[in-house]
């Protein structure tokens, strides 16, 4: 069973991986009312003192005592390490957070996700796009949608080396296309190229959905410039949600207007405030822990968007092998 935690109670917290993201897990917990930041964990034991330090908090050297001071986890450690150390957490009665994405493989991901249930525990998936008010301020408008359009692009940071673009960047997006669409996938094309490493640095993907509508889908960690950007096409409307810059372009033609006479167009265009999502994802994860409820990313949306992830890596690796050197 989950630790219990009384709804007045303190929070324990610890965070397992304090590379880039990880030592934001751990800052936000150090932030919120009502949770205590325990202590963190990390193989680099240097790196795991510096943000300790900085957070005056314990660096732990054995995972297992962290976890017996702990109500949940965090665990952003490189994600061939997410299995083992989500299942031992899980195992322990812990509430997690995994960053995404869930793990390297469904087997795995589904083996964590039956544990969770076991054990009554909390289980969240990092897909923090989802709390991006670019998303969530017009989510309800994308009631019909038939194309999107989906750029992710940013210049290599070597960070997530051990994944290719598909699990780094594109995971984001295929988890917001699926909750837009709510729809099965029919089929998938995708072509995708190692450009700076050894794994995929660049793709497009092309989905088609049994409600009809399709999905096109760049990712790319070789780009000059930085665009997080998705455009939702729908009878009578079209948007255009800018998720670097909290933005949003909402375009809808007014009922009964067509082509002749002109269409009459309304366009809004929307700027949200600054948002810091990973702070709003891991409030919600906590909320979800205290109230013992469902997170809005479980378990089962972190299997989703990992397996179409994993047969966009298949229709790669599949079109890669018909090269023909010159």
């Known amino acids: 069973m989950s630790k219990k935690i009384e709804e007045s109670k303190i929070i324990k917290a610890g965070v397992i991986g304090v590379g880039h993201l990880g030592a934001f897990h751990a800052e936000k917990?150090?932030?919120l009312d009502l949770v205590e930041l325990v202590g963190v964990y990390d193989l680099d034991l240097n790196r795991a003192r510096e943000i300790a330090e900085k957070l005056s908090v314990p660096a732990f050297d054995d995972i297992d005592k962290l976890f017996s001071l702990c109500h949940v986890v965090s665990i952003a450690a490189p994600t061939s390490a997410h299995f083992k150390l989500a299942q031992k957490a899980l195992l322990q009665g812990l509430d997690i957070l995994v960053e995404k994405p869930i793990t390297t493989t469904e087997a795995e991901a589904e083996i964590l996700i039956k544990l969770a249930q076991?054990?009554?525990s909390i289980l969240q998936v990092g897909l923090?796009?989802?709390?991006n008010p670019a998303f969530t301020k017009t989510r309800d408008l994308l009631v019909s949608p038939r194309f999107i359009e989906v750029h992710r692009l940013s210049p290599f940071s070597f960070r997530s080396v051990d994944i290719?673009?598909?699990?780094?960047?594109?995971?984001h997006d295929l988890d917001l296309v699926h909750e837009i669409t709510k729809s099965p996938i029919i089929s998938i094309d995708a072509v995708g190229v190692?450009?700076?490493?050894?794994?995929?640095?660049?793709?497009?993907?092309?989905?088609?959905?049994?409600?009809?509508?399709?999905?096109?889908?760049?990712?790319?960690?070789?780009?000059?410039?930085?665009e997080r950007r998705i455009r939702i096409f729908q009878p009578d409307s079209y948007f255009s949600l800018d998720f670097g810059n909290f933005t949003a372009t909402v375009c809808t033609r007014k009922e009964g207007t067509y082509i002749e006479p002109l269409p009459k167009?309304?366009?809004?265009?929307?700027?949200?405030?600054?948002?810091?999502?990973?702070?709003?994802e891991i409030e919600d994860f906590i909320d979800a822990v205290r109230h013992r409820r469902k997170p809005i990313i479980s378990g089962d949306e972190?299997?989703?968007?990992?397996?179409?992830?994993?047969?966009?890596?298949?229709?790669?690796?599949?079109?890669?092998?018909?090269?023909?050197d010159f």
């Open 194 to 226: 190692p450009v700076i490493s050894k794994k995929t640095d660049i793709a497009n993907v092309r989905i088609h959905f049994a409600s009809g509508t399709v999905a096109n889908l760049t990712a790319s960690r070789v780009s000059l410039n930085p």
């Open 128 to 131: 923090l796009e989802r709390y």
């Open 265 to 280: 167009i309304t366009t809004k265009e929307l700027t949200f405030p600054k948002s810091d999502n990973l702070l709003l």
């Open 118 to 120: 076991e054990h009554k």
């Open 164 to 171: 290719d673009v598909i699990l780094d960047l594109m995971i």
């Open 29 to 31: 917990y150090a932030k």
């Open 302 to 324: 972190g299997l989703l968007a990992l397996s179409t992830a994993t047969r966009i890596k298949e229709k790669i690796e599949e079109q890669q092998h018909t090269w023909i």
